[in-house]
């Protein structure tokens, strides 16, 4: 078998204003937005250390330093828990090493291709993940693993260029990067022969939209070097991909698990109510008082 270039290193975008939250992320990042007791950047991260990722890279903006805090020691909180004899773990997973954590700025709001391309020099040329937090992406029950994990998996057999796929309803794909399919490889990997952004419905080659996962090769910074602004006067990722098709290995990966969209309000609510239901801790009790709303 063909040996890959290992993915330890993973880019996550969260410069975004989050003005569809507002006013809740007027001086919070919309990414430390909780599902339940959860922030939606730990969902993510979680996700990536999975998958065997090792060096985060966060791309932020202005009022943004809370999400690295997050990650960093707490030490008077830290410190008042264990005098009063409270359990730790439950912090746990917001540690990380000294260094695994870095940081890079995106100045100016250009959009997702720009954003990529500012942690060019942390990339450099290794192939690395990029994880989009408000898509929650949840294993499928019963002991499944996460997208990412499931995309490093692919990409161990195939290599190459691999995005995350889902499908959705025709009427939906004009809000989505929508791929055009190629032979499948198996049920759940798929060649992509063409990408397009925000497509019209009657113009979309398929419903299998982009859903927020990509491990994508350091070619790709060059490309969005040069990439003229796309959809909404942004430099879009899903242009500079399209360009990478044919001259590198492109492939989809079908996530067998949940998908929560909560860059929107209702996909949060969603994602909320369906994980609380879940919860050993809260689950019933959620349930009832659900039942007791809906029938009043």
Known sequence: MTQHKPIKKAVFPVAGLGTRFLPATKAIPKELLPIVDRPLIQYAVDEAREAGIEQIIFVTGRGKTAIVEHFDVAYELERTMEERGKDLDV????????GDIIT?????????????????????DEPFAILLPDELMIAAKGGGTGCMKQMVEAYDKVGGNLISVLEVP??????YGVIAPGAAK????????????????????????????YILQ??????LEDQEKGAGGEIQLTDAMAKMIGNQPFH???????????GNKTGF???TLALALEREDMGAEVRAIMQRMLEA
């Not at 925000?198 to 979309?204: C, I, L, M, R, S």
């Not at 350091?218 to 490309?223: K, S, T």
């Open 269 to 271: 609510v969603e994602a």
């Open 91 to 98: 912090l746990e997973p917001t540690r990380a090493t000294p």
């Open 170 to 175: 025709e009427d939906e794909v004009s809000s």
């Open 218 to 223: 350091p070619e790709v910074m060059r490309v």
């Open 252 to 262: 989809a990966v079908t996530f067998s698990g949940r998908r929560f969209d909560c």
């Open 186 to 213: 198996s049920d759940a990997l798929t060649e992509v022969t063409g990408l397009v952004e925000k497509p019209p419905v009657d113009k979309a080659p398929s419903n299998k939209i982009i859903s927020g996962r």
């Open 104 to 124: 890079v700025r995106q100045q100016v709001p250009l959009g997702l291709g720009h954003a990529i391309w500012c942690a060019r020099a942390i990339v450099g």
